[in-house]
């Protein structure tokens, strides 16, 4: 697999790896993970189908997983009825699925091998269910991994709550629910999907990035998973955490 300068912009996405470790698999080349949220207009079908191009040029192998567990239950915590939920969620996941294969289409024919799949494709995985066991149980008892999931948190929920309003446990619980499902990927992917190695991207960085990646004890990412932040060019910086390898 050709590799490339991280330091440079990559077609129209510039690439900043977390760590020198994460340059050094993103490098390798096996495998890109794009995790795509419904209901996200970042992820229309026109940036699917740039991302898709950009990561068939540069990986073996190319996963879009979108997530599709609890999808309902967090839009009736953002106020929706239980019936207007399941309509909007329903909605929702049928347009992202959409939007995704279009765009995965449009990206022309792959050099390598590019798949489309729901979080909820995975629940009878074993590593799958072994890292959603350990980020339950690391929300519970890890201090700092908890401090990392809250801010998560309120990243998904500042825009949804009051001006000043403080989310509700529910609130709260739902959107930890939300949070466990996807993070045995960014954990573990390799396991999950018996690649040697992979990329989490995503466009901007994630709050647990730095609890996942630190040295030391508690729930860490494996030594084969790194995370990068993808971006289109021209897109104001990240702040902290992100480092250019030289």
Known sequence: MQTHDTNQ??????????????????????????????????FNAERIAELAD?????????DFVYADLHVEE????????????????????????????????R??????????????????????????????????????FRKGCE????????????????PSEWQRRVCLDYIAAELPFFVDTPGILGVPSSVAAYHTVMPLTEVLYARGGGLRATRNQAYAVVRPEGLERPEGGVARAA
């Not at 801010?151 to 403080?166: H, I």
Request: glycine share 10%; with cysteine.
């Open 74 to 105: 967090m839009f009736a915590a953002f106020g929706y009825s239980r019936e207007h939920a399941a309509r909007r969620a329903a909605k929702e996941l049928k347009a992202v699925r959409r939007r995704l294969v279009k765009g995965v289409g």
């Open 9 to 42: 912009t990559l077609g129209a996405f510039e690439v900043l790896p977390f760590s020198r470790t994460c340059q050094i698999i993103w490098e390798e080349g096996d495998h890109v993970l794009i995790g795509v949220s419904p209901g996200n207009s970042y």
């Open 107 to 144: 990206a022309g024919p792959p050099e390598g091998s590019t798949r489309v799949r729901g979080l909820s494709e995975f629940g009878g995985n074993p590593v799958y269910q072994l890292q959603h066991r350990r980020v339950r149980h690391f929300m519970e008892h890890d201090d700092a």
């Open 151 to 166: 801010d998560m948190v309120r990243y998904f929920l500042e825009a949804k709550v009051g001006d000043g309003e403080a």
């Open 54 to 62: 950009w990561a068939q040029r540069r990986f073996a192998e190319i």
